[in-house]
Structure formats: C-alpha cells, structure tokens
C-alpha cells in the first residue's frame, strides 16, 4: 500500500483558513496524501467526503482537509562516495531541476556524506531556495571514501526540525549501502516513523552495482510516506526529481482527532480510502509517552 505522511504536534490551535501554516491540537493527527487513479494518474477535485480513514480498522472523523499547496522545508541528502564519483555531475542537475520545479515559498538545505556527513550550504545560510547555490552546496564535496547513509539521514531530520514550515521533506540520492555510521538503520526507521518528514529516495546504481542496497531505500520510503525511484539511466534523474516536486505540490491534506484508546509504545496502523484510486499512506504511527 501506498503511503501518508503523518504529523503529530504537541500543542497549538487547529486552524484551516487559506494561511499556509497547520496548527493542531494535541491530539490531531494530520496527514499528506498522494492519489493516483488505476491508469496511475493524479486525482485532483476530491472533497472531504470521497476520504474515509481508519486508524487500527476503526474509522475516523476528518476534522481538517485541505488540498492546496503548502510550503516546504526540504533537505536534498546526496551520496558523495567514491562509487558516486562518475554520477555526481548528473545529481547537481537533478538537485537544480527540483529546486527550480518547487515553490519560491520552499527553503531548502543540503546535507552531503561520504566517509562522515556535512551540510554543503555556509554555515550563515541554513536555508536557501537559489537554484545555483543549492546546486554549488551539491558540488562542492569530493566523491571518494565509504557511505555513512544513515549518519547523513539523521543529521538532516535534526536539521529539518529548524525548518519553519510545517510541510518536510528529504531528498536521498543513494545506493543504499552504508559501510561507515555510528546510526542503525533501525534507528533511522524509527525517527521517520515518529517523525512527520517524508522521505523520497533515488537510487543511484546500476545492476553492476555491487554496493546497491534497494531494500533499504524503499523500507526508508514506506517507513516514512514518501516514495522510492530507481532510474535505469542518470539521463533520468531530472525528469525523476520534477516527478517528486510535483507530487509534493499535488498532495491533499487530511486530519482527525484519534479515537483509538491504544497505551503509548504501541504501532497504530493507518488506512486511507478514496474509491478505486490508490493513495500513498504510511502503514502508521507509535504514539510516544506525552505526544499525539
């Protein structure tokens, strides 16, 4: 199935005015929603009343929807190991092509990672949504060394938390493999699973590849409600990250008050409904002691 990016607050003020921030209460559950059609084309025009969501088999009464686009805060994570080093021209490019394809409303940072992981912009410049100096911050690391994936995926979502908009996202060009974090890739699953970061992955190998790690980039992908490409050529890779960009801006925004009665520690599991259409959902959430 398909999956949702889930965001849980711990306070604040359901509000569903045109304003591009969502503010919720404690216990709102909010989720971004993609939908395709059977012939895999994205559904646009639904209501509120075309949804329906369960969380653990028991549906829920939508108290927010919106389907609109909503600024972002996005992290562009890029492999720069040695096995990268003939790919790395092609991904500058890509990374220009989202930035130009996202929303001038969108601010954006870059963590780069081979042996150890590093943020590409200045360290004055946290954010930025300029096309070239996003896609200078991807270039300015050498390709060489080992692969700290899972290192470089935790910087960011510590980075994104210092994101101010509500929407957030992570871009992970990579092959899978990690030879060199201090993380677990359990660990890292766990964060996108509590998390409210979606986190889209592009797998840069080919079948020759022997450090490619598919695996990893789709658990990332459905751990976390976003989605996972494998180009068969870097030739690929623009029209890849425009597809992404798109989706981000085509996604319904829905929320609901739990009525589940589970304790703290224990998975909750999302389904979301919309007639014969397929709909992007992560399969759920942990509540945590004192969060939503």
Excluded: W
Aim: hydrophobic share 40%; with cysteine.
């Amino acid at each position: 199935m398909r999956t949702l990016a889930l965001l849980a607050f711990s306070a604040g003020c359901l509000r569903v005015q045109a304003e591009p921030q969502i503010s919720v209460t404690v216990n709102m559950v909010v989720l971004h929603a993609s939908v395709t059609s059977p012939a895999g084309a994205a559904v646009t025009g639904l209501t509120a009343t075309d949804f329906k969501v369960y969380e653990d088999k028991t549906l829920q009464t939508l108290r927010l929807f919106r389907h609109d686009d909503l600024p972002l805060s996005v992290g562009l994570v890029v492999d720069h190991s040695g096995s990268t080093r003939s790919k790395l021209a092609d991904v500058v490019s890509a990374a220009r092509k989202f930035v130009q394809s996202s929303s001038t409303e969108d601010e954006m940072f870059v963590v780069n990672f081979n042996d150890f992981p590093s943020f590409g912009l200045p360290a004055a410049t946290p954010f930025s949504h300029d096309s070239e100096e996003l896609a200078r911050a991807v270039a300015n690391t050498p390709a060489e060394g080992m692969t700290a994936l899972y290192d470089a995926i935790f910087l960011a979502l510590g980075r994104l938390q210092n994101g101010t908009r509500d929407k957030k996202v992570l871009v992970i060009f990579s092959d899978g493999a990690d030879n060199a974090s201090t993380h677990k890739l359990a660990e890292i699953l766990q964060l996108a699973e509590r998390s409210n970061v979606m986190l889209y992955t592009i797998g840069l190998f080919d079948l020759a590849d022997p450090d490619r790690n598919p695996g990893v980039l789709r658990r990332l992908a459905h751990a976390s409600g976003g989605d996972a490409y494998f180009p068969k050529r870097l030739t690929e890779l623009n029209d890849v990250c425009e597809r992404i960009a798109r989706d981000l801006r085509n996604q319904y925004t829905l929320g609901y008050l739990s009525s589940s009665v589970a304790p703290p520690g224990v998975f909750r599991r999302i389904r979301v409904v919309a007639g014969k259409n397929s709909i992007r959902t992560r399969p759920g959430y942990t509540l945590t002691q004192g969060t939503p």
